[in-house]
């Protein structure tokens, strides 16, 4: 079976979305079933989710430490009054088909990896929701009682989900407990927005997990006693978060970074100067002058070596817009980058992968001169595909030193139409926004680290005045 929808239903599935919201909307604000909601504040201590088990297929897996913002632990309960069924009963009867508890206005599950029939450790199911997407998970447990599934990538959530049946300790003799236990983050910003700010998916979740608690009830054949539990601890790491692009100490980050390994580029890069405009791709060219040196070749600790340094260690970006997480420890030539763009409040995480470092004295117009940098190159995933080069160039002859940039790419295809309509609006704004940046920052920074070791020395030096030279502007 095809481990993903095919286009045409995932077509269906987006042209059924005004009728599937209109219906959920209306379900939702007649739902006469009680509803005891509350939120607390968690700690990762509590409300960690738990470890997948070790003989769990993790391919392609999409768990918390791999999503953005706060951690939720979420709890969904009914209590089953005078069940028909026993507790291994009514789970043998959602292991044969999940589907029959979805609420088929608004969700579905569809297996579409594994054998026909009933459910299994290692089946895909694909939550198909009336919208432009759709929640794929993997079932990574499975006992008499409980199935877990974790979330797959492009999920709108990063996590993990349980569903299980024990017998009702506190309720009347002979009742079962229904509980749907998940732990996840959001799987990226903009399902953080709709999530958190919007509450838009928070809702729509809630509604859905409530009636998938609803037709568990019917289905075993008793009554909801004392309407649905709903229970979210929070563990709010934001401060924390907003730096894991940054830091390698933390797991998930680390984790995404060395799957990068795995990953090919998302374009032919041996293509030689086969890039033409008509077909998308486009080309820039940057040369930013920094703080001269002697003539002859670099000074030591000189305006050429300092912009040397700050390419090495991809401090001309401004972090502003985007950060970069590698292992420092791993030659330059070796080395994978994971991305964190920031837009608007938003966060994406894109994999690049150095191309080449170059090192030479070349002839430029019957001139020599000294040229150093390197290149990374879009992997899968990124929703660029295209090579950036950097590289610090002296002159020879007359000590002039500049920082050279140069691009080419297109917008490589997105799965998420937002995500696609966005880059088609601004993605080349940004694209140009960087690169300036890039200019002025390390004109900025060679000239105040030039500055700095002068006063060091006792030779206080006032830095060169630097403009950006460009094929491109802002208005491009």
């Not at 996590?159 to 749907?180: H, M, P, R, S």
């Not at 309407?227 to 929070?234: K, S």
């Not at 890039?438 to 006063?455: K, P, W």
Request: contains cysteine; proline residues 6%; hydrophobic residues 40%.
């Amino acid at each position: 079976m095809p481990r993903r929808l095919s286009r045409s239903q995932r077509l269906a599935t987006a042209a059924f979305w005004p009728l599937g919201i209109a219906l959920t909307s209306w379900d939702y604000m007649w739902r006469i079933t009680p509803l005891h909601r509350r939120e607390l504040a968690g700690t990762m201590d509590r409300d960690a989710p738990p470890p997948p088990p070790p003989a769990a297929s993790l391919e392609d897996a999409q768990l918390s430490d791999a999503g953005v913002g706060p951690l939720f632990h979420r709890r969904y309960q009914a209590r089953i009054a005078s069940p028909k069924l026993t507790a291994e009963q009514l789970m043998e009867r959602i292991f044969a088909e999940p589907d029959d508890l979805a609420p088929k206005e608004f969700a579905r599950f569809k297996k579409v990896h594994g054998e026909k029939g009933r459910m299994v450790e290692g089946d895909e199911y694909v939550v198909r929701m009336p919208g432009p997407w759709d929640g794929p998970v993997r079932v990574i447990d499975l006992s008499p009682t409980s199935f877990r599934f974790a979330t797959l990538r492009g999920h709108l959530e990063a996590g993990q989900i349980e569903f299980g049946v024990a017998a009702d300790e506190e309720g009347e003799e002979g009742g079962l407990v229904f509980t749907i236990e998940s732990w996840a983050r959001s799987g990226d910003e903009l399902s953080r927005i709709m999530y958190q700010r919007l509450h838009m998916a928070k809702e729509v979740q809630l509604h859905m997990w409530a009636s998938f608690l609803e037709r568990a009830v019917t289905l075993a054949g008793g009554r909801l006693a004392g309407g649905i539990d709903i229970e979210t601890r929070i563990v709010d790491d934001e401060g924390e978060a907003s730096e894991r692009g940054q830091s390698l100490h933390d797991s998930g980050t680390r984790r995404v970074l060395d799957e990068l390994h795995d990953k090919g580029l998302n374009f032919d890069a041996e293509s030689g100067d086969r890039f033409p405009a008509e077909d998308g791709w486009l080309s820039d060219d940057y040369c930013q002058p920094l703080p001269s040196e002697a003539p002859g070749p670099p000074v030591p600790g000189g305006s050429w070596e300092v912009a040397q340094r700050l390419m090495r260690d991809y401090e001309f970006a401004d972090p502003s817009i985007v950060r970069a997480v590698y292992h420092p420890d791993r030659p330059l030539e070796d080395r994978d980058m994971l991305l964190e763009v920031r837009f608007y409040g938003l966060r994406f995480r894109f994999g690049v992968r150095v191309g080449g470092v170059v090192d030479e004295t070349r002839t430029v117009d019957g001139r020599q001169v000294r040229v150093w940098g390197w290149n990374y190159r879009t992997l899968q995933g990124h929703l660029e595909m295209g090579q950036m080069d950097y590289e610090v160039w002296k002159w020879l002859d007359t000590g002039e030193v500049e920082f050279h940039t140069c691009r080419f790419s297109r917008r490589a295809p997105a799965g998420n139409p937002i995500v696609r309509l966005g880059v088609r609006m601004f993605g080349r704004r940004q694209q140009v926004k960087f690169a300036l940046r890039a200019c002025q920052r390390i004109a900025r920074l060679t000239a105040a680290a030039l500055e700095q070791s002068a006063v060091a020395e006792g030779v206080p030096r006032v830095a060169d005045e630097v403009a950006v030279r460009s094929s491109a502007t802002l208005d491009a």
